[in-house]
């Protein structure tokens, strides 16, 4: 990634791009908005941690004790869903809130063309992210799909979710 580039992260993710028939109207961007800060909301609220607390109650650790068995069934759960549903394959991608990277091959889009850009961010959530974009340039093997505006709370959404992802990322490298 340019060093001048907004914020991205790496992930492997089942993603495929659905191809449409000419540029999105104002109706079908805000259609998809709607349907991305749902699903971005989703996977904040899955992701989402408590702070500890420094002297805990017994309720405390009642509720901490119930959201521990809560992850395990829903590691369990993730682990399983893939099984059962129809999802495309795993690729390596990068994403910003302005961009999406994906391996080049024989299908990727001519440039300039216009389609869903359908990724799968979390095994928990059912629903895949599903932006509008436009194709751009194909060089040394990998796509760039530019992300197309949305409204301010689903790009808001999706800067918070890149955000963090990056945070993250940068972390766990500073652990290991």
Do not use: C
């Not at 607390?53 to 068995?69: G, S």
């Not at 990056?166 to 652990?175: F, G, L, P, S």
């Amino acid at each position: 990634m340019n060093a001048d580039g907004p914020l991205s992260y790496r992930v492997e993710a089942p993603m495929r791009w659905v191809a449409v028939d000419g540029a999105f109207d104002a109706a079908a961007i805000d259609y998809w908005s709607e349907a991305n800060l749902r699903v971005l909301t989703q996977i904040a609220q899955f992701e989402e941690r408590g702070v500890p607390v420094e002297q805990p109650t017994p309720q405390d650790l009642e509720i901490q004790r119930l959201h521990a068995k809560l992850d395990l069934l829903l590691g369990a759960v993730a682990e399983l869903a893939p099984r059962f549903l129809d999802r495309p394959p795993r690729q390596p991608l990068q994403l910003s809130w302005r961009s999406l990277s994906f391996p080049a091959d024989a299908q990727t889009p001519a440039v300039g063309s216009f389609g869903l850009v359908e990724v799968h961010l979390h095994a928990l959530v059912l629903q895949a992210l599903r932006w509008p974009a436009r194709m751009g340039a194909v060089s040394a093997g990998i796509a760039e799909a530019e992300l197309l505006p949305a409204n301010d709370a689903a790009q808001q959404a999706l800067e918070r979710h890149v955000f963090q992802q990056h945070r993250r990322a940068i972390a766990a490298a500073r652990r290991s």
